[in-house]
């Protein structure tokens, strides 16, 4: 069974870079299947972040680009979500994402506030 | 990017009824078209993939149909574990966009 935890800072201040790891159990970040990041801000929505495949090859959503970064982590089988320049719209749950055509796997969630 | 609108953004039902949520797409996305099920304080649930393709382990009471640019997921004799929001995603092309959420509640 293939799981999934988040970890990271849960207060960011400010124009300060959001950093959070996925951590994967029961799979391999080098398999062929991509990484994905989702959040969902306070009384909002799900909004997709992006996703990297195992070769490093990225996917982003267009008005983050230019702040986000994806990657994977091979040595330690976990895929990680960068933010700069964070402002209180950034203040979201954070999930990660996994999956193939017919299975799917998420994390928990884990909350991350924007906030000085 | 793809727009996906939702509706309607709420709905009020009974247990037992049957409810019908759209997903339009603002151009064609094929079948490439996921259902979620959303709990609050839980992580989203896959219910549906590829537009009409029921994921396992959920209950056949959830179906979807739909291709091009529009697509319904429908929920049949409304169980009270079934109130909460849902939302579909396009994975045709990149960016992946979700709609906007449908929150359904007890009537």
């Known amino acids: 069974q293939v799981q999934l935890q988040e970890s990271g800072p849960g207060l960011v201040k400010p124009s300060g870079t959001l950093s959070l790891t996925c951590a994967v159990s029961?799979?391999?970040?080098?398999?062929?299947?991509?990484w994905t990041w989702v959040r969902q801000p306070p009384g909002k929505g799900l909004e997709w972040i992006g996703e990297?495949?195992?070769?490093?090859?990225?996917n982003y959503k267009s008005s983050l680009r230019g702040r986000v970064t994806i990657s994977v982590d091979k040595p330690n089988n976990q895929f990680s979500l960068r933010l700069s320049s964070v402002t209180a719209a950034d203040t979201a749950v954070y999930y990660c994402?996994?999956?193939?055509?017919?299975?799917?796997?998420w994390g928990q969630g884990t909350l991350v506030t924007v906030s000085s | 990017d793809i727009q996906m609108t939702q509706s309607p953004s709420s709905l009020s039902a009974s247990v037992g009824d049957i409810v019908t949520i759209t997903c339009r797409a603002s151009q064609d996305v094929k079948n490439d078209l996921d259902w979620y099920q959303h709990e609050p304080g839980k992580a989203p649930r896959r219910l549906i993939y590829a537009a009409s393709t029921l994921q396992s382990g959920v209950p056949s009471r959830f179906s979807g149909s739909g291709s091009g640019t529009e697509f319904t997921l429908t929920i049949n004799n409304l169980r009270p574990e079934d109130f909460a929001t849902y939302y579909c995603l396009q994975y045709l092309s990149y960016p992946r966009t979700f709609g906007q959420g449908t929150k359904l509640e007890i009537k």
């Open positions: 990297v495949y195992h070769n490093g090859n990225t």
């Open positions: 029961g799979d391999s970040v080098s398999g062929s299947k991509w």
């Open positions: 994402v996994t999956g193939a055509v017919t299975t799917q796997y």
